[in-house]
């Protein structure tokens, strides 16, 4: 569980590490805004179209093999990353990481349920939560660290050691745990898979870039041949006897909401951990380093919280703290919608720490209660089902804040009477990333109203 946790860790802290960066490198490679978030979004894409395979390989590979495949690849992508001199070879090298967390990720999640009871998965969720939610929250504070004080290529020099560490841990620790039982490759289960995921948020993610926005026919040939391909793998996996990814998974109500309650939360996370570094380095005009310190606080409160919570499951249930959390998500979402040129950064700090600890609230306890009522042959499935969704909803996420945000800023330019002034660049900024907010508003009331349909599942009885 080292091994897996401290390869998760990095992985999950590269998928928002850039985010802080992302203003440098607009200027260092001379590249847009919309272009740049590529960083982001191409690797949750990457990973929204490997993941769905992982409930495949976890059945046809065993523990370790499974382990140092996806710590060859995370190696591999962060050396290349280190050392890209442009652009295009930072974004394969974005990709080729990918491919190592997207093994690594269900791998982690099927170990705990293989090896944890299900009366005890509430607190290991909760050491799971400190990488899947705690890695992307402390990201921008140490990448502005390392910006600040050496260059956005100790984003992986920093990595790097980690997942070597880990990799040599693993080879001496790690055990086969896995059943493998080799089910059969459907050729076409994959291609309506990749067409399907990755159709829908190459969709999403182009629709930020350049004029025409929505409208464009990229965007809309991508988002028909995403629903019609994903519409045709959903039918497929429901007639297959041994299906690639195993959708009756779904039968099962709390799994679901479960599901839901991670899709909607990672919507609003990564959406808001995108925006708020590009707030306050575009829009306040502060440092990359000023910047992770201001983010800080919430991703400290996070860490504490998310063990807490898991323990708060295990013992209580979560009638409560699921809606709860989610009305303390849309308050502060609320008031972010609000922030100015002149709002205190003692309030960003505040609200962004409610914002970490109201999805602590929401994330362990919907994802343990989830799986738990799933059957053990079901474990890999149920794995993957989340993850992919995961990665989905993050690129969706960040696509569609990034999307709202160039929006409002060319509506406020249209507006402006001198576009040239240089005060205007910021506001513009600020005009944007308060549309973002709102979007994610949207997405929080519509996750509360499913939250209060959450029930605990009583391990033994599952429905």
Same mark, same amino acid.
């Given at each position: 569980?080292?091994?897996?946790? $401290?390869?998760? !860790?990095?992985?999950?802290?590269? @998928? ?20 740049? &978030? ?11 179209? $490997? ?7 976890? &059945?046809?590979?065993?523990?370790? &093999? ?20 442009? !652009? ?11 491919? =190592? +967390? ?30 899947? #939610? ?68 190459? %969709?999403?993610?182009? *629709? =930020? ?32 006897? &041994?299906?690639?990814? @195993? ?41 990359? /380093? ?25 013992? !209580? ?17 609320? /008031? ?56 989905? %909803?993050? *690129? ?19 507006? #402006? ?21 709102? /979007?994610?508003? #949207? #997405?929080?009331?519509?996750? $509360?109203?499913? %939250?209060? !349909?959450?029930?605990? +599942? ?6």
């Amino acid at each position: 569980m080292i091994s897996l946790l $401290l390869a998760g !860790f990095i992985g999950m802290f590269n @998928e928002t590490a850039l985010n802080v960066a992302l203003s440098d490198l607009i200027d260092l490679f001379h590249i847009s805004a919309s272009t740049a &978030q590529w960083l982001t979004t191409g690797y949750l894409l990457a990973l929204g179209i $490997l993941v769905p395979i992982s409930g495949l390989l976890l &059945q046809w590979f065993s523990t370790r &093999q499974l382990f140092i495949a996806s710590l060859i690849f995370s190696i591999l992508g962060t050396l290349v990353a280190a050392l890209a001199p442009g !652009f295009e070879i930072l974004m394969i090298a974005r990709v080729i990481q990918a491919a =190592g +967390v997207a093994l690594m990720l269900p791998l982690m999640f099927n170990t705990v349920l293989v090896i944890i009871p299900a009366e005890k998965r509430g607190g290991a969720y909760g050491l799971i939560g400190l990488v899947l #939610v705690v890695a992307p929250a402390v990201g921008p504070t140490i990448t502005g660290l390392l910006i600040e004080k050496l260059s956005w290529n100790w984003i992986f020099w920093l990595s790097l050691p980690i997942l070597v560490i880990s990799f040599l841990f693993g080879m001496r620790f790690m055990q086969n745990i896995s059943t493998i039982t080799k089910p059969k490759i459907d050729i076409f289960s994959l291609i309506f898979s990749t067409l399907g995921f990755g159709g829908i948020v190459f %969709a999403f993610s182009s *629709a =930020g870039e350049g004029e025409g926005g929505w409208g464009t026919t990229k965007v809309v040939f991508s988002m028909v041949v995403g629903v019609l391909g994903l519409m045709i793998f959903i039918i497929r996996q429901l007639k297959m006897k &041994q299906p690639m990814m @195993e959708l009756r998974a779904f039968r099962h109500p709390m799994f679901t909401i479960g599901t839901l309650m991670i899709f909607f939360t990672l919507i609003l996370m990564l959406s808001a951990m995108l925006v708020l570094p590009i707030y306050l380095i575009r829009g306040l005009g502060l440092s990359a /380093f000023t910047t992770g310190l201001v983010l800080l606080p919430g991703g400290i409160l996070n860490a504490i919280m998310l063990p807490i919570m898991g323990r708060v499951f295990d013992k !209580f249930g979560l009638k409560w703290v699921v809606p709860s959390g989610y009305v303390i998500i849309t308050v502060t979402l609320w /008031f972010l919608s609000g922030i100015t040129i002149a709002t205190p950064l003692a309030l960003i700090i505040v609200l962004h720490s409610c914002l970490m600890i109201g999805i602590s609230m929401v994330w362990m306890p919907s994802q343990a209660n989830g799986l738990n009522q799933l059957p053990p042959e079901l474990y890999p499935h149920g794995s993957a089902i989340m993850n992919t969704l995961q990665q989905l %909803a993050g *690129a969706i996420g960040t696509a569609v804040a990034v999307s709202i945000m160039t929006g409002g800023m060319n509506s406020f330019m249209k507006d #402006v009477a001198d576009k040239a002034a240089p005060g205007n660049g910021p506001l513009a900024w600020i005009a944007g990333i308060q549309d973002a907010f709102i /979007f994610a508003i #949207v #997405v929080a009331i519509v996750g $509360l109203f499913f %939250a209060f !349909f959450i029930k605990r +599942v009583h391990v033994g009885k599952q429905q």
